[in-house]
């Protein structure tokens, strides 16, 4: 993906889902199309002209350029996910620079709607949209955050002794193959086995700060609301476990 193209992308994004967010290209590895038209029919009935009639006609232009630009920029990132799904392949994020949560802009919880609770075993992130409890905005910002938290592969496998900080920078060093990620480049170039790479993913997995804590240093819920909401969520993952057939239970194990 061009510069020019990504920069595109990334204020399309800010159209649709405000200026207050910070958008990355992670955030553009995590939007998923659902999302994307949630965020664009909220805008669309926010400023759709036939709101605004009654003003003055001048006014009236301004509300229709920004409607315009809105379906363009609902059209783009249309574009943007076929042309992923054509290809099979996934946008790698980039490196993000960190920035500490003061400097994070907050987004508003004021939007949030409640919806019904899929009948199937969640994670926490995807529990707290879908109980109103969080926007779509602030769930990216929090898979963002704790992306950022996790230590890269390359650098858990040279402390284990598997790859030499030189073969890592090898890797790192490897682009534009089919390969996109770091492990399945490590593993073409003959410098890691699948068994190796799977372990390195798990690890790295189990390192990242738990989601609950970026809405805690957010103040969008309180220590105590994070940890009732746990505890519900392990409810619901239970009842739902109990529900399946032995067999799922069994490969669910």
């Not at 405000?18 to 955030?27: C, D, S």
Request: with cysteine; charged share 25%; proline share 4%.
């Amino acid at each position: 993906m061009s510069p020019q193209t990504e920069t595109a992308l990334i204020k399309a994004c800010h159209i649709l889902f405000g200026e207050g967010l910070f958008i990355t290209r992670n955030f553009l590895w995590y939007l998923q199309p659902a999302g994307l038209k949630a965020a664009y029919r909220q805008k669309v009935k926010e400023a759709h002209p036939d709101r605004f009639n009654n003003l003055d006609p001048d006014v009236r232009q301004q509300k229709t350029a920004i409607f315009q630009e809105i379906n363009q920029s609902y059209s783009l990132l249309q574009s943007f996910f076929h042309e992923r799904k054509k290809k099979g392949k996934p946008i790698e994020p980039s490196t993000v620079q960190k920035r500490s949560a003061a400097a994070a802009p907050k987004a508003t919880a004021s939007h949030t709607t409640f919806r019904r609770v899929p009948e199937r075993t969640l994670e926490f992130g995807q529990y707290l949209y879908n109980r109103g409890l969080v926007t779509y905005q602030q769930l990216i910002g929090a898979l963002v955050w704790q992306r950022r938290q996790r230590p890269a592969i390359g650098q858990l496998a040279v402390n284990l002794g598997w790859l030499k900080a030189e073969d890592s920078d090898r890797v790192g060093r490897t682009r534009g193959t089919a390969y996109r990620r770091f492990g399945e480049r490590a593993v073409h170039l003959g410098l890691l086995s699948s068994g190796q790479v799977q372990v390195l993913l798990r690890h790295q997995s189990n390192l990242h700060q738990k989601l609950g804590e970026y809405f805690i240093e957010e103040a969008i819920l309180s220590k105590e609301e994070v940890e009732h909401l746990a505890n519900k969520l392990a409810e619901h993952n239970q009842r739902i476990f109990l529900r399946q057939p032995s067999a799922e239970k069994n490969r669910a194990c």
